[in-house]
């Protein structure tokens, strides 16, 4: 097998084959190259946690950034794939693994367009706001808080500060990124009125329109659209 200008795919391109890789790619990373006419739409799933440096449990659903990572790479440089789609419905997980995604997302040149779906939980948030165009369903939510961490945690000033930084980090991220402001995105981080066990704020799908988390509220097919519309841009 080798690898042309179509990812995953054979050098055969009969149907039966295709089919195979897509189905392979959809089993190992929840990945699928939708075709048409050379011209697809590559979509990847971030489910579950982020997993990170550390292996999580064989019984927790996880996206393994070292998975993902390549994977986008290929979408960028592939002549056949016209653009992007991420579907996101995500607890969160591991802070670097997961802002690792979003910047190289945000660094694409093809289209690339995302949608809440569930939940865009924490490290999910710059996730979402990463692509060019972020959508939100309306049930979907979004929870936004402070780093956290679990283990040890030496009480000393540099741990503290080394928290500050990195939570600096993903809010200039997702402030770049988005139309939310950053005032009222650390305020919603550290309210301490809503969450039982945690300080932060949950926002629903609207909630994170209103606020410029996400650009609008909407599904699949104005996900695929918007993914459309680009692409003709670009050709021109």
Do not use: W
Request: charged share 20%; proline share 3%.
């Amino acid at each position: 097998m080798k690898r042309s200008n179509n990812i995953f795919f054979s050098a055969d391109d009969s149907n039966g084959k295709n089919k195979n890789e897509n189905d392979n790619s959809i089993f190992k990373t929840g990945s699928v190259l939708t075709e048409q006419n050379g011209n697809g739409i590559y979509c990847i799933s971030i489910v579950g946690q982020i997993e990170g440096h550390y292996a999580l449990s064989e019984n927790q659903k996880a996206t393994k950034y070292e998975h993902i990572l390549p994977l986008l790479v290929s979408v960028e440089e592939s002549e056949n794939i016209s653009g992007l789609l991420i579907l996101l419905n995500t607890l969160g997980g591991d802070v670097e693994a997961g802002l690792a995604i979003a910047e190289l997302i945000a660094s694409m040149s093809k289209p690339t367009v995302s949608i809440v779906l569930g939940g865009g939980h924490s490290i999910g948030v710059p996730l979402a706001v990463a692509a060019k165009r972020s959508f939100i369903v309306p049930s979907a939510t979004m929870t936004l808080h402070p780093v956290r961490t679990q283990g040890l945690v030496l009480g000393v000033p540099q741990s503290f500060k080394y928290f500050s930084e990195m939570q600096d980090r993903i809010v200039n991220f997702i402030c770049t990124h988005s139309r939310a402001d950053k005032d009222t995105l650390k305020n919603l981080m550290n309210r301490t009125d809503q969450l039982a066990t945690d300080i932060g704020s949950i926002v629903d799908g609207k909630e994170a329109v209103e606020l410029g988390l996400i650009d609008a509220v909407g599904g699949l097919a104005e996900a695929i659209g918007e993914i459309k519309k680009a692409s003709v841009k670009n050709q021109k």
